[in-house]
């Protein structure tokens, strides 16, 4: 089996249904729709096909809403191209065209911090452009690499979070959206602090949808000094390395790519990688060496998921670019032992997870659990188990949110009585073959919110 899980973006490349079914079939665990692009009608569509899909295929997939959030883009310009070395304005502009060979910038709060030194990133750092002077009504800057000036590409402030608003009039209603169709999880964009994601959390109480699960983006600088407080505070953190490409200079998102994930192990929560992770696959059949070699270090990093984006959602070989990833993840697998980190603020509960891994490690036996809300899951895949690792719920959400955990593979039953919940996860294993006579079955139970109540050995007969 595969323990590190494989995020899919939809899009124009792979919103066709016989492509979905191809996706999950080849390894996809988690669909991300991408709320930056496309319609809320075309997102509907996505969902239907996805939950069609799930009854067709048999495999529980749960769904993440990536909000847009507050993206910095330019105004409207008519395209002009800048050399290196050339001198450029910025201005603030309104919602018009802009007729003069001028960066317009739509954000008065972008110019409040601004200053002599900075280094401006125009269309995802295609075009850098150093602030020389600050003048009443317009910057001056220097162009440092070449390139097009376009109307609405992205643009960001090396080091800098401008004071906007983490959530959008655009997101707000996003949420709804998605609220409305069941989505199991919401990725905040552009996250600076905990209190962004206890914000995201309010709203989400607001339309009863206590139980969806929220991934902070950690993009930004001021994400990276709350790293602990968003972490906490999350149900699940997104090294999202482009826009941290953004922020920092390139040389350090490797470092931070890697002290994310192992924050993340330590404090107990799953972290997905993302941005160019097979990047090369939007026009080729296969991946380059040095995206492959990309991969082998995540894993051996413990991140939980790696998630594709261009790759799927516009690229020409979205199902391969799965195939791929798959393969790569499982040769990986069987070379590198998952990392064992020392938890931080461990309470009893984990301890005793962490208890039932080592023990099922060392007796070569397979973790078999039972979950209400799902916190017994989150538990035991912190400890990374070397052990086929199932977990039966019967709520169908908790059941989907957990195929994003490292090493858990979700079963759902309906609710029925506790005991004959089990006594169907076991014959449900001795059917497809999973459990054996001989077989040695670590059973844990957790059925109070937040706690594990009951652990037993079974020797299958």
Not at 132 to 158: C, M, N
Not at 264 to 280: H, R, W
Request: proline share 4%; net charge positive; glycine share 6%.
């Amino acid at each position: 089996m595969r323990r590190t899980k494989i995020m899919v973006t939809l899009g124009p490349s792979s919103m066709q249904e016989n492509v979905i079914y191809s996706l999950v079939k080849n390894g996809t665990d988690v669909f991300r729709l991408n709320f930056s692009h496309g319609t809320l009608e075309e997102k509907d569509l996505m969902i239907r096909m996805i939950r069609k899909i799930e009854e067709s295929s048999g495999k529980l997939l749960p769904i993440l809403a990536d909000l847009r959030g507050p993206s910095l883009r330019l105004g409207t310009v008519k395209k002009f191209f800048v050399k290196r070395g050339e001198e450029v304005v910025i201005r603030l502009s309104g919602k018009g065209l802009s007729s003069r060979k001028e960066v317009p910038i739509p954000y008065s709060e972008v110019f409040e911090v601004l200053e002599e030194g900075d280094i401006v990133l125009i269309d995802d750092g295609k075009v850098r452009v150093k602030i020389e002077k600050i003048l009443d009504d317009r910057i001056r800057g220097k162009v440092l690499s070449e390139g097009e000036i376009r109307s609405h590409v992205t643009f960001a402030v090396q080091g800098k979070d401008p004071p906007l608003p983490t959530l959008t009039e655009k997101d707000l209603k996003d949420i709804k959206f998605a609220v409305e169709r069941g989505v199991e999880f919401f990725a905040l964009s552009f996250v600076r602090s905990a209190k962004d994601v206890r914000d995201l959390r309010r709203i989400l109480g607001e339309y009863n949808a206590y139980d969806a699960k929220i991934i902070s983006k950690i993009e930004t600088k001021s994400a990276i000094d709350n790293l602990d407080k968003i972490i906490n505070t999350s149900d699940g953190i997104m090294i999202a390395r482009g826009d941290l490409g953004m922020h920092f200079p390139l040389e350090e998102v490797p470092y931070l790519q890697e002290k994310i994930a192992r924050r993340c192990l330590e404090m107990g929560k799953p972290s997905i990688l993302a941005t160019q992770i097979l990047e090369s696959m939007v026009e080729r059949p296969m991946p380059t060496r040095a995206e492959v070699a990309d991969v082998y270090a995540a894993v051996k990093q413990g991140v939980s998921a790696l998630m594709l984006s261009s790759e799927t959602a516009i690229g020409k070989y979205p199902v391969e670019a799965v195939k791929w990833l798959d393969t790569i993840l499982r040769y990986a697998e069987s070379k590198i032992p998952p990392p064992k980190v020392d938890g931080i603020n461990e309470t009893i509960y984990d301890k005793f997870a962490k208890g039932i891994v080592l023990l099922a490690e060392s007796i070569n036996a397979k973790i078999i659990a039972y979950t209400k809300k799902g916190a017994t899951a989150y538990r035991i895949s912190r400890y990374r188990p070397r052990t086929e690792t199932y977990i039966a719920t019967a709520d169908k959400r908790v059941a989907r949110q957990i195929n994003l955990l490292w090493g858990l593979i979700p079963m759902y039953t309906p609710d029925i009585e506790l005991e004959a919940a089990i006594v169907k996860v076991f014959e449900d294993l001795r059917r497809k073959g999973i459990l054996r006579k001989g077989d040695i079955a670590i059973l844990t139970v957790g059925m109070r919110e937040g706690a594990t109540d009951l652990a037993r050995i079974e020797i299958i007969e």
